[in-house]
């Protein structure tokens, strides 16, 4: 999981303050939900589903799920994802006043993101950690530190409830902040000690099934990828300082490290997969041998 730039693509125009269509369906959806027959059925929301929108998520995220990073379009179109869901909340479900969810938001710009099936919907999945499958997937959940302060109407207050926020939203925060992962086994763990930002990390590990067994598999073998890699620069720089005296071999071998260095740069390409992963692996690696911070490039 990664930090993504919104500002990275345009708006839509369908979803821009002063489209006819956004505003027109929103002043429904807040009249169907402000009226206690209409509101129990569900509203039928089809703005945000128009196709700039997904165009627009593409691009964003590079078409990676925006929470596991998982290329996405190989296999599957992707989910236009509410971070915020629209259409009730779990976590209130014991209350019976779990419908509906953040309903006013969902056709607002800054509550989508493109998301993998798994990540988003349920469906059995076991975890690195817990062999037997369970229900796993992000769906309606949204969990706050304090239920007190969660939002419930377009009136409320949203800076109040940003405070208690437990999902992490990686167009706000920079989930490279927060985990850490285990290069020989994939998994992804926290990278906090103070209690809320540790819960923060915990929590999306476990809503957005950051730990499924399929995914960590696939960072393992991304980590193999890299560490070969690792390996063979290495090798290349070992041979360069042996004949750094010899002006044939040195400069053939400096074209070698040069090839082997770009081999392993292509990893940090915005497009690749896993590159939470790929950044901590690489970034020790280049600070460790060559005093190089890839943060600072």
């Known amino acids: 999981m990664i930090f993504i730039d919104r500002t990275s693509v345009k708006t839509p125009e369908i979803l821009k303050d002063g489209s006819e269509k956004l505003k027109k369906e929103l002043d429904k959806a807040i009249a169907h939900y402000t009226d206690p027959e209409k509101r129990k059925k569900p509203f039928k929301f089809k703005v945000y589903s128009h196709a700039t929108v997904k165009e627009a998520l593409i691009k964003m995220g590079k078409?990676?799920?925006?929470?596991?990073?998982?290329?996405?379009?190989?296999?599957?179109?992707?989910?236009?994802?509410?971070?915020?869901?629209?259409?009730?909340?779990?976590?209130?479900?014991?209350?019976?006043?779990?419908?509906?969810?953040?309903y006013w938001l969902a056709a607002d710009w800054e509550n989508l993101l493109l998301?993998?099936?798994?990540?988003?919907?349920?469906?059995?999945?076991?975890?690195?950690?817990?062999?037997?499958?369970?229900?796993?997937?992000?769906?309606?959940?949204?969990?706050?530190?304090?239920?007190?302060?969660?939002?419930?109407?377009?009136?409320?207050?949203?800076?109040?409830?940003?405070?208690?926020?437990?999902?992490?939203?990686?167009?706000?925060?920079?989930?490279?902040?927060?985990?850490?992962?285990?290069?020989?086994?994939?998994?992804?763990?926290?990278?906090?000690?103070?209690?809320?930002?540790?819960?923060?990390?915990l929590a999306s590990i476990k809503v957005f099934a950051l730990q499924r067994v399929p995914l960590v598999i696939e960072r393992e073998k991304r980590a193999i990828l890299i560490s070969a890699q690792m390996q063979r620069v290495e090798e290349a720089f070992f041979n360069y300082n042996d004949f750094i005296n010899d002006a044939t071999r040195s400069e053939r071998f400096a074209k070698v490290l040069q090839r082997e260095m770009e081999a392993l740069q292509s990893f940090l390409e915005p497009t690749q997969e896993y590159l939470g992963l790929a950044r901590q692996m690489i970034g020790h690696f280049m600070k460790k041998n060559f005093q190089v911070d890839i943060t600072a490039a």
């Open 63 to 102: 078409g990676k799920c925006a929470y596991c990073e998982s290329d996405i379009l190989v296999t599957y179109v992707g989910d236009i994802e509410h971070f915020r869901p629209k259409g009730e909340i779990e976590e209130l479900k014991a209350t019976g006043n779990s419908k509906p969810g953040y």
């Open 115 to 201: 998301s993998c099936r798994n990540c988003n919907q349920k469906s059995k999945q076991a975890t690195a950690t817990v062999e037997e499958a369970k229900s796993m997937g992000k769906m309606n959940q949204f969990p706050l530190f304090d239920e007190a302060k969660r939002a419930r109407s377009p009136e409320d207050s949203f800076p109040e409830e940003e405070t208690v926020r437990l999902l992490l939203n990686p167009c706000i925060e920079n989930p490279e902040d927060y985990f850490k992962y285990d290069i020989d086994s994939g998994v992804i763990k926290s990278n906090k000690r103070k209690e809320f930002l540790k819960q923060r990390a």
